[in-house]
């Protein structure tokens, strides 16, 4: 299948809610060009690359979800890195933040291997699905409020395609957290408002679902001792129990 070309936001919205399933959906979301400000950063990344990967080809496009087709734990970044999932085509793949998560993941028996470090690496998570609220890198990592909500869709129909097996969803950080909240709330579930508060192992009943609220690995908070992998492991840990059909609160 060829990507379409989304062009603008109707475009999302219309590309996203005919993907009838998951392998649909990833590749529609990878011809996705709706915000002129995120493709120009991708593409200029990937042609003038780090000087440490002068060698390889970037990806350069957005990033679809990866993971189990049914799984029973979804992960919610905010977006792709510039040299990591930007480059390597899979999220969270290829970076410092992600090298925190997959190592954590794999503590906590929902991922095979304890890095991910390139397609085909023989990665592969266990009952689990990672998503980004904003599917290709932004400069600083910061997307616009506008960025945010034309990526919306991809997100919202990711969501609608997981849900009837999900049991928990873990946000990484405040914008993953306000982004899946909204998403719960779009899809119909009832969210609590007010809208519960981010926190580092913050713990919310969404419906049948439950959310975790993780500190971002970045290394901003793993460098400084905000976020340690005991405590990255706290949240992952409670993820696959509850994933596994544990008891809640
Ligand atoms: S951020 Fe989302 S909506 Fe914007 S171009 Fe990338 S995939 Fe498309």
């Not at 029973?72 to 410092?96: E, Q, S, W």
């Not at 906590?108 to 304890?114: E, F």
Request: aromatic letters at 6%; charged letters at 20%; a positive charge.
């Amino acid at each position: 299948m060829t990507a379409p070309v989304a062009g603008g936001p109707g475009d999302v919205q219309a590309y996203a809610l005919r993907s009838p399933d998951l392998r649909h959906l990833e590749t529609a979301v990878t011809g996705c060009r709706a915000c002129p400000r995120l493709v120009a950063w991708r593409e200029q990344v990937a042609r003038e690359k780090r000087r440490a990967y002068a060698d390889e080809t970037y990806w350069g496009r957005p990033i679809p979800g990866w993971g189990a087709d049914r799984p029973t734990v979804l992960v919610v970044g905010l977006a792709p890195a510039a040299h990591g999932g930007n480059r390597t085509g899979r999220i969270f793949t290829g970076d410092r933040s992600g090298d925190w998560l997959f190592a954590s993941l794999h503590r906590v028996g929902l991922a095979v291997l304890p890095t991910s470090t390139h397609a085909g690496d023989g990665q592969a998570l266990v009952g689990t699905r990672m998503v980004a609220a904003v599917r290709c890198a932004p400069p600083d990592n910061k997307p616009t409020p506008v960025e945010r909500d034309t990526c919306a869709p991809w997100l919202d129909r990711e969501l609608e395609l997981v849900l009837p097996g999900l049991r928990v969803a873990v946000a990484l950080g405040a914008f993953a957290w306000q982004a899946l909240l909204t998403a719960l709330a779009r899809q119909g579930l009832p969210v609590p408002r007010p809208r519960p508060r981010f926190g580092h192992a913050a713990e919310v009943a969404v419906g049948p679902l439950t959310v975790l609220g993780s500190f971002h690995p970045s290394q901003q908070n793993t460098f400084t001792g905000r976020l340690t992998a005991p405590m990255l492991d706290q949240v992952l840990g409670r993820a696959a129990h509850l994933g596994s059909g544990g008891s809640t609160l």
